[in-house]
């Protein structure tokens, strides 16, 4: 809220709706880690690291959550997986790969541990459930970057 407005709002439903905002306005280098993701990413290939206790972490992790020491061992993992939770992006903001209502959700991509955030392009907020099967949409001409992966879309094998 700024200058005494709101710009939020609670649905008959309870749902709470407000606007979001995200930009991060620095560069940086990825270091050699996230360049073997990315450069994977363009060539249709999604890769993560492997702990020390064997869970495969993506986007990949740098240093083991339990060690601390680097992570050196990776693992290939499937361009489909599962929607864990989301939320409903009524209107997009420029940067967005879509430019139409969407959902971002948490993914679990078959064959890893950790979730990644993306954005599933369900066509409307009631299409879209927790547990429901995604696949990745690769991008056209892919340049070493998270939107390599336009969205995920919903799979024919979701329920309904």
Same mark, same amino acid.
């Given at each position: 809220m700024s200058g005494g407005t709101s710009e939020y709002s609670i649905a008959a439903d309870?749902?709470?709706?407000?606007?979001?905002?995200?930009s991060y306005p620095y560069k940086r280098t990825v270091g050699p880690i996230l360049s073997r993701f990315l450069? !994977?990413?363009?060539?249709?290939?999604?890769e993560g690291t492997k702990g020390s206790d064997g869970r495969v972490h993506v986007p990949p992790a740098e240093f083991d959550p339990i060690t601390g020491?680097?992570?050196?061992?990776?693992a290939d993992v499937a361009s489909t997986g599962?929607?864990?939770?989301?939320?409903?992006?009524?209107?997009p903001v420029e940067g967005n790969t879509l430019q139409h209502p969407f959902a971002w959700a948490l993914?679990?991509?078959? !064959?890893?541990?950790?979730?990644?955030?993306?954005a599933v392009d369900a066509g409307r907020a009631d299409a879209i459930k927790t547990g429901m099967r995604?696949?990745?949409?690769?991008?056209?001409?892919?340049?070493?970057?998270?939107t390599?992966?336009?969205c995920f879309d919903l799979t024919s094998g979701s329920p309904a």
């Open positions: 309870g749902s709470f709706t407000a606007p979001l905002e995200l450069t !994977g990413l363009r060539d249709q290939r999604i020491e680097h992570l050196t061992e990776w599962t929607i864990v939770t989301w939320s409903w992006q009524p209107a993914i679990s991509l078959d !064959g890893a541990d950790t979730n990644v955030l993306h995604v696949t990745a949409r690769w991008a056209d001409e892919p340049s070493g970057s998270i390599d992966i336009v």
